[in-house]
């Protein structure tokens, strides 16, 4: 059974102050990682997607890697307005699930002016 | 940008009652999909749809619920006697391939369903 685990639940910075956000996962045969951000009341919106250990993706204050097991989210010099629930999820290489996504839990960012 | 829209944005039925949520996905999208997001809780599959039929369901997607594109435009998912359990936040996307790396699936913002 594929699974995303998602790391801090919960994440308060200051503006300016970079951090990274975790997702570990297990799927057997990984066709994509993808990552969302989530307002309230919202749904997702698409941010990145990866496919193959070592990759990483760029946008605007956020940078997405990827290995193995787990992919980070980092965000630089967050501002108040990247406050959102961010959501990693993966989609397995299988013949019968081939686009189902599993979702984490997500991280609570809140960045505070 | 092209966006995936859902209608009505908060649907209040009662138990036992049946419920029609609608969809109009990206215009050029292939693939169709539900995912439902308990208050709270992580946003969670319920079927896929290609070519008029379900290419996947998962084990929340019973025999209460259906789906549907009866036009070109429109897909519809239906649950036809609710329970309370069935409270949710419903989630409509598309994509033009099956997801992958070069095929992100696009979300609509959702019904917010409240059975009474």
């Known amino acids: 059974e594929d699974q995303v685990t998602q790391s801090p639940e919960a994440l308060r910075l200051q503006e300016g102050e970079s951090s990274s956000l975790n997702c570990s996962y297990t799927?057997?045969?990984?066709?994509?990682l993808f990552w969302y951000r989530q307002d309230p009341g919202k749904g997702p919106e698409f941010l990145f997607t990866?496919?193959?250990a070592g990759e990483e993706k760029e946008k605007e204050r956020l940078k997405a890697t990827l290995t193995k097991k787990e992919s980070f989210l980092h965000i630089t010099a967050p501002k108040p307005e990247d406050s959102a629930t961010y959501l990693c999820a993966v989609q397995a290489a299988k013949e019968t699930s081939g686009s189902r996504l599993t979702f984490g839990e997500g991280t609570q960012l809140t960045v505070n002016p | 940008e092209p966006e995936v829209t859902q209608t009505p944005s908060h649907q209040v039925t009662q138990m036992g009652q049946e419920v029609i949520l609608r969809c109009v996905p990206i215009?050029?999208?292939?693939?169709f999909y539900w995912y439902r997001q308990i208050l709270g809780q992580k946003v969670e599959f319920l079927v896929s749809f290609y070519n008029n039929e379900i290419s996947e369901k998962s084990e929340i997607f019973d025999d209460q619920f259906s789906v549907e594109r009866p036009d070109g435009s429109n897909f519809t998912l239906k649950i036809r006697s609710t329970k309370l359990e069935d409270s949710a936040m419903y989630f409509c996307a598309s994509s033009y391939l099956s997801g992958g790396p070069n095929s992100p699936l696009h979300f609509g913002n959702g019904t917010r369903l409240t059975v009474t």
């Open positions: 215009s050029n999208h292939l693939y």
């Open positions: 799927v057997s045969g990984l066709r994509g």
């Open positions: 990866l496919y193959s």
